[in-house]
């Protein structure tokens, strides 16, 4: 299976958010993480099979204009990404991302 890199870069942080939510919710990807730079630019990423990172981007462009005041700067994806990219830039999955596959312990309830 190829792996590709989904990048959306937006305007604010409520964009980005929705950004998010909407390529995960879309289809089968993960979410690496995200690049703040100056004035607001945020570009999220993400990763997975290239037809599913094409359809979460998709998504994610779609969702902007949910935003009041949502704006897109770019987007881009780049399919089987050489692999000096991993070891240079934070696009790898990493055992932080994998934390959120486990499952969540709720403490019991208090006693009466």
Do not use: W
């Not at 359809?55 to 089987?80: D, F």
Request: aromatic share 2%.
């Amino acid at each position: 299976m190829a792996i590709a890199l989904g990048m959306v870069e937006v305007l604010g942080v409520p964009t980005a958010i929705e950004v998010a939510d909407a390529m995960c919710k879309g289809a089968l990807v993960t979410l690496v993480g995200y690049e703040n730079t100056d004035l607001g630019r945020i570009t999220v990423l993400i990763r997975g099979a290239v037809a599913e990172v094409q359809t979460a981007v998709a998504a994610g462009l779609a969702s902007v204009e949910r935003v009041n005041g949502g704006k897109l700067l770019s987007h881009h994806i780049i399919p089987r990404p050489h692999e000096n990219l991993e070891a240079a830039l934070p696009i790898c999955r990493s055992d932080a991302v994998a934390t959120f596959n486990q499952v969540i312990r709720f403490p019991p309830p208090l006693r009466m």
